[in-house]
Protein backbone atom coordinates (compact mmCIF):
# COMPACT_ATOMS: atom_id res chain seq x y z
CA UNK A 1 0.00 0.00 0.00
CA UNK A 2 1.42 3.23 -0.93
CA UNK A 3 1.74 5.60 1.84
CA UNK A 4 2.90 9.17 1.64
CA UNK A 5 3.25 10.75 5.20
CA UNK A 6 4.25 15.14 6.04
CA UNK A 7 5.51 15.79 9.53
CA UNK A 8 7.15 18.71 10.94
CA UNK A 9 4.31 21.68 10.31
CA UNK A 10 3.37 23.88 13.17
CA UNK A 11 2.94 27.10 14.09
CA UNK A 12 6.11 29.57 13.89
CA UNK A 13 6.50 33.23 13.78
CA UNK A 14 7.11 35.19 11.00
CA UNK A 15 10.89 34.91 10.15
CA UNK A 16 11.55 31.23 11.46
CA UNK A 17 11.60 28.44 10.05
CA UNK A 18 10.70 24.88 9.74
CA UNK A 19 11.66 21.55 8.10
CA UNK A 20 8.48 19.30 6.44
CA UNK A 21 9.46 15.66 5.99
CA UNK A 22 7.77 13.53 3.52
CA UNK A 23 8.17 9.86 4.19
CA UNK A 24 7.23 7.10 1.78
CA UNK A 25 6.20 3.21 2.25
CA UNK A 26 5.07 1.33 0.20
CA UNK A 27 6.53 1.56 -3.65
CA UNK A 28 9.81 1.77 -5.00
CA UNK A 29 11.63 4.71 -3.60
CA UNK A 30 13.64 5.68 -6.12
CA UNK A 31 11.32 5.83 -9.18
CA UNK A 32 8.96 7.90 -7.91
CA UNK A 33 9.42 12.10 -8.07
CA UNK A 34 7.89 13.31 -5.01
CA UNK A 35 6.54 17.10 -5.20
CA UNK A 36 5.20 19.33 -2.66
CA UNK A 37 2.42 21.34 -2.76
CA UNK A 38 0.21 23.98 -0.40
CA UNK A 39 -3.24 25.03 -0.25
CA UNK A 40 -4.54 27.82 2.02
CA UNK A 41 -8.39 28.42 2.85
CA UNK A 42 -9.87 30.28 -0.19
CA UNK A 43 -7.19 29.63 -2.38
CA UNK A 44 -6.09 26.93 -5.17
CA UNK A 45 -3.71 24.63 -4.93
CA UNK A 46 0.26 25.67 -5.61
CA UNK A 47 3.29 24.09 -6.36
CA UNK A 48 5.68 24.95 -3.97
CA UNK A 49 8.48 22.41 -5.32
CA UNK A 50 9.72 19.10 -6.36
CA UNK A 51 12.55 16.87 -6.95
CA UNK A 52 13.16 14.08 -9.68
CA UNK A 53 14.81 10.72 -9.33
CA UNK A 54 17.94 10.89 -8.56
CA UNK A 55 17.67 14.48 -7.12
CA UNK A 56 19.39 15.82 -10.32
CA UNK A 57 16.39 18.28 -11.42
CA UNK A 58 14.72 20.45 -8.75
CA UNK A 59 11.53 22.94 -9.12
CA UNK A 60 10.90 25.85 -6.76
CA UNK A 61 7.74 28.55 -7.60
CA UNK A 62 9.06 31.90 -7.62
CA UNK A 63 6.58 32.46 -4.62
CA UNK A 64 9.06 31.19 -2.30
CA UNK A 65 12.59 30.85 -4.09
CA UNK A 66 15.44 31.82 -2.24
CA UNK A 67 13.91 30.65 0.89
CA UNK A 68 12.35 27.31 0.77
CA UNK A 69 14.27 24.36 -0.12
CA UNK A 70 13.75 20.57 -1.37
CA UNK A 71 16.15 17.53 -1.21
CA UNK A 72 15.76 14.05 -0.45
CA UNK A 73 17.35 11.36 1.67
CA UNK A 74 16.92 7.99 -0.53
CA UNK A 75 18.27 5.64 2.50
CA UNK A 76 15.28 7.03 4.23
CA UNK A 77 12.57 7.18 1.70
CA UNK A 78 12.44 10.55 2.97
CA UNK A 79 12.05 14.15 1.23
CA UNK A 80 12.24 17.32 2.96
CA UNK A 81 11.09 21.00 2.50
CA UNK A 82 13.06 23.50 4.70
CA UNK A 83 11.22 26.68 4.57
CA UNK A 84 13.19 29.57 6.00
CA UNK A 85 12.18 33.44 6.49
CA UNK A 86 8.41 32.44 6.54
CA UNK A 87 5.76 34.67 6.10
CA UNK A 88 2.33 34.86 6.85
CA UNK A 89 1.15 34.15 3.29
CA UNK A 90 2.94 30.83 3.78
CA UNK A 91 0.53 29.74 6.10
CA UNK A 92 -1.31 26.76 4.25
CA UNK A 93 -1.71 22.90 4.24
CA UNK A 94 1.53 21.28 3.09
CA UNK A 95 0.82 18.18 1.01
CA UNK A 96 3.66 16.01 -0.54
CA UNK A 97 2.62 13.64 -3.27
CA UNK A 98 4.11 11.08 -5.48
CA UNK A 99 4.60 11.18 -9.42
CA UNK A 100 6.34 8.82 -11.47
CA UNK A 101 9.79 8.98 -12.64
CA UNK A 102 10.18 11.99 -15.31
CA UNK A 103 6.72 13.21 -14.90
CA UNK A 104 5.63 15.79 -13.27
CA UNK A 105 8.68 17.84 -12.22
CA UNK A 106 10.01 20.08 -15.06
CA UNK A 107 12.51 22.66 -14.80
CA UNK A 108 10.49 25.67 -15.49
CA UNK A 109 6.67 24.09 -13.79
CA UNK A 110 5.57 21.36 -11.54
CA UNK A 111 2.47 19.68 -12.61
CA UNK A 112 -0.15 18.29 -10.34
CA UNK A 113 -2.18 16.05 -12.32
CA UNK A 114 0.98 13.86 -12.97
CA UNK A 115 1.10 13.20 -9.12
CA UNK A 116 -1.07 9.92 -8.35
CA UNK A 117 -0.13 9.78 -4.81
CA UNK A 118 -0.86 12.31 -1.30
CA UNK A 119 -0.18 12.35 1.85
CA UNK A 120 -2.78 13.67 4.23
CA UNK A 121 -1.21 16.95 4.84
CA UNK A 122 0.49 18.96 7.54
CA UNK A 123 -0.87 22.39 8.80
CA UNK A 124 2.03 25.19 8.72
CA UNK A 125 0.98 28.39 10.42
CA UNK A 126 2.95 31.47 10.38
CA UNK A 127 1.40 33.86 12.94
CA UNK A 128 3.21 36.20 15.21
Known amino acids: QVQLVESGGGLVQPGGSLRLSCTAS????????IGWFRQAPGKAREGVSC????????YTADSVKGRFTISRDNAKNTVYLQMNSLQPEDTAVYYC?????????????????????WGQGAQVTVSS
Open 97 to 117: ARADAGYGCYHDHQSARDFDH
Open 26 to 33: GFTWDLYT
Open 51 to 58: INIPGRRT
